[in-house]
């Protein structure tokens, strides 16, 4: 499989480093508006075949991507950017007759009126519109295959397939126990989304009512985490799984919870009052003449680059799915998950524990297409697919997924 990797940076970089060890890829072009991003990615791999390749590229030029796409006869596109440059990469890919894979999808728009009620434009909206082209044109665009969403949309695959009859609640839960030596505020993953997923209205699923929204940070729980990483108190944030599960699994309620803690909302709140959250440009004085600048950008440069922060952070962190339901009759209740330790990430790989986890589920599906097992056509997401193959190929990468009975 020919491959176009766009963004090469902190899950970029562990996506090559974990394709790398694989056999299914034939050739992988490293693109990113930095050139040098792209060429200290391949420069770090064990690649005595020279299946990796670095190139320049602008995301957001759709001609360029295609033109790529079409010279090095990529079949897919994996799209390793923030959500901003999803579309011209999801178009350029079409334009192109490849496949393409993301991590996250098109961007959403609060309800103008009623944004804590009601949704606008919901994530995925631009790129579900946009189903029966690629249906037509025999070619999948595979969305939201990280490990949130992706993995966690996996398990849920799985639960319906093999552990429940009836699912009341799919609920991903995400916690961590991390820190970074040195930092008072360092996010361990793009802060430019972490303010987009956090700040944005919360979507709520429930099959008698449809998608829906709330205010920020609503619906607090505790809940624990295992393999050491203990109770967090997690809260309704923003977030693809909701958006894609209802379609192709059957539950009456779906939603997602992010363990923050009660700094981190303090500090995105503060950012908010003070408009540094937005993504619109402001006018500010530079050295010659003014500049127009977005608040986030500037949020997003103060801050140290997460994948420089492996070596600072100690700590694990846990991707899963809690589901309630029936099965044979009986009232069932399990927590479906992922555990990385970053102390395994940073020696085995040189990636801290999120990004890696991050970056490990899209070559995994890459691996799945290449070999056939997963295929279809239009746009899809991981509940689509077959859970089995992936969770066992998850297992040969030599990081295994766990299952706790809750009850």
């Given at each position: ?21 694989r ?12 050139l040098?991003r ?15 390749s ?20 990529c079949e897919l ?11 011209p990469l999801?178009?350029?890919a079409?334009?192109?007759g490849?496949?393409?894979l993301d ?7 609060p309800?103008p009126?009623?944004p804590y009620e009601q949704?606008?434009?919901k ?5 579900f ?9 025999g070619?999948?665009?595979?969305v ?10 996996v398990?849920?695959r ?18 961590a ?16 989304t ?6 944005n209205?919360?979507?709520v ?6 998608w ?20 967090v108190?997690?809260?309704n944030v923003?977030?693809?799984?909701v958006?894609?599960?209802?379609r ?12 923050l803690?009660?700094d ?14 937005s993504?619109?440009?402001?006018t ?7 500049v127009?600048?977005s ?5 997003a440069a103060?801050?140290?680059?997460p ?5 600072r ?6 991707a899963?799915?809690?589901?309630k339901?029936?099965?044979?009759g ?9 555990v ?6 940073m020696?085995?790989?040189?990636s ?8 490990v589920?899209p070559v ?8 056939g097992a997963?295929r279809?056509?239009g746009?899809?997401?991981p509940?689509?697919?077959?859970a089995?193959?992936f ?10 997924w ?6």
């Amino acid at each position: 499989m020919r491959v176009l990797l766009v963004g090469a940076g902190g899950v970029g970089t562990a996506v090559t480093r974990i394709a790398a060890r694989r056999g299914f890829l034939t050739h992988m072009i490293v693109a990113d508006y930095d050139l040098a991003r792209a060429e200290a990615a391949v420069a770090a791999l064990d690649d005595p075949d020279a299946r990796f390749s670095p190139y320049r590229l602008d995301a957001s030029d759709v001609e360029a991507v295609r033109s790529l796409l079409v010279t090095e006869r990529c079949e897919l596109l994996l799209n390793a950017t923030d959500p901003r440059f999803v579309m011209p990469l999801f178009d350029a890919a079409l334009a192109a007759g490849a496949h393409y894979l993301d991590m996250a999808m098109s961007l959403s728009v609060p309800h103008p009126r009623a944004p804590y009620e009601q949704c606008g434009v919901k994530l995925g909206d631009e790129q579900f519109a946009r189903a029966g082209e690629w249906a037509d044109a025999g070619r999948l665009a595979l969305v939201g295959m990280g490990v949130e969403p992706g993995l966690s949309d996996v398990f849920a695959r799985y639960a319906a397939d093999e552990l429940f009859d009836e699912i009341e609640e799919l609920g991903v839960r995400d916690g961590a126990n991390l820190t970074v030596e040195g930092y008072d505020f360092a996010p361990s993953f793009s802060i430019w989304t972490t303010i987009e997923e956090c700040l944005n209205p919360p979507v709520v699923y429930e099959k008698d009512r449809g998608w829906f929204t709330t205010p920020p940070f609503s619906e607090p729980e505790v809940f624990d985490f295992p393999e050491g990483i203990g109770p967090v108190e997690c809260v309704n944030v923003e977030h693809e799984e909701v958006l894609l599960m209802p379609r192709w699994v059957d539950a009456r309620r779906v939603t997602f919870k992010y363990g923050l803690g009660d700094d981190f909302i303090a500090k995105l709140k503060t950012l908010h009052a003070l408009g540094l959250d937005s993504t619109a440009k402001v006018t500010v004085p530079g050295a010659d003449g003014p500049v127009e600048v977005s608040p986030r950008d500037v949020v997003a440069a103060c801050l140290p680059d997460p994948a420089t922060l492996g070596e600072r952070m100690t700590g694990k962190t846990c991707a899963g799915t809690w589901v309630k339901g029936t099965k044979d009759g009986a009232a069932r209740e399990v927590y479906l998950y992922h555990v990385v330790d970053n102390e395994w990430s940073m020696r085995e790989y040189g990636s801290q524990a999120v990004v890696w986890q991050t970056a490990v589920n899209p070559v995994i599906a890459l691996e799945l297409i290449a070999s056939g097992a997963w295929r279809g056509s239009g746009v899809l997401g991981p509940e689509a697919f077959p859970a089995r193959p992936f969770l066992d190929l998850l297992i040969e990468y030599g990081t295994p997924w766990g299952l706790r009975e809750e009850r």
